[in-house]
Every structure is written in structure tokens, then in C-alpha cells.
């Protein structure tokens, strides 16, 4: 099995930044691509960054120039490091890794359990 952990989700003022942090542990040959997803009340989810295993990097217009999403794959570890925070980035954040479990295999995503962020203005 795979597990996902993440931390670092919490209450800032508008204009602060958080770092967020998931880590990925268990049956792992290699992940293929890490990404944080968002989910406010009524809304659909949707993907904030992703970066996969060659190092590039996509993100949603909405948080360009304000996040940025990193990985250490040694720790198979993914950040998403929020700056000048917005109330409308309120939601629960989520982490995702595409994860090979064997070199033959195709990646299946796995989810991490969410983390709330609010920003109050």
C-alpha cells in the first residue's frame, strides 16, 4: 500500500503564506508526478500544481507568481510553498501521487487524507 501525509495547513491573514507538505511512503518503485488539488465549499475540486518526475511544473492561473509546488524525491516528499494568500484560496487542499509500485507497472493515483487552509480577510 501507499499512504500519503500531509501537514502544514492552517488559519493565516490575507497577504501571509503557508508551506505545505505531503509525504509518501509504502510500496514505491517511483512516482511519476506529485500535485496538490483544492476543494472549497460548493465547488468541484481542482488541480492547483502538479510536478512531475522531470521537474516540470504546472499550475492553475489563479495562483501563478503566488505558489510554487516543489519535490524531493529522495523523501518522496512534495511542497507547495502559498504566498500572498487570498481568501479565495480557502479550501481543503489535497495531495496526490501518481505512484509506480513496481519498474513494469503502470502509476496509479493515490490521495492523501486533506488539509484545511482558510484565509481570513
Known amino acids: 500500500q501507499v499512504q500519503l501525509v500531509e501537514s502544514g495547513g492552517g488559519l493565516v491573514q490575507a497577504g501571509g503564506s503557508l508551506r505545505l507538505s505531503c509525504a509518501a511512503s509504502g510500496s514505491i518503485a517511483s512516482i511519476f508526478a506529485m500535485g496538490w488539488y483544492r476543494q472549497a465549499p460548493g465547488k468541484q475540486r481542482e488541480l492547483v500544481a502538479e510536478?512531475?518526475?522531470?521537474?516540470?511544473?504546472n499550475y492553475a492561473d489563479s495562483v501563478k507568481g503566488r505558489f510554487t509546488i516543489s519535490r524531493d524525491n529522495l523523501k518522496n516528499t512534495v511542497y507547495l510553498q502559498m504566498n500572498s494568500l487570498k481568501p479565495e484560496d480557502t479550501a481543503v487542499y489535497s495531495c496526490?501521487?501518481?505512484?509506480?509500485?513496481?519498474?513494469?507497472?503502470?502509476?496509479?493515483?493515490?490521495w492523501g487524507q486533506g488539509t484545511q487552509v482558510t484565509v481570513s480577510s
Open positions: 496526490k501521487a501518481d505512484v509506480r509500485r513496481s519498474y513494469l507497472s503502470s502509476p496509479i493515483g493515490y
Open positions: 510536478i512531475i518526475s522531470g521537474g516540470s511544473t
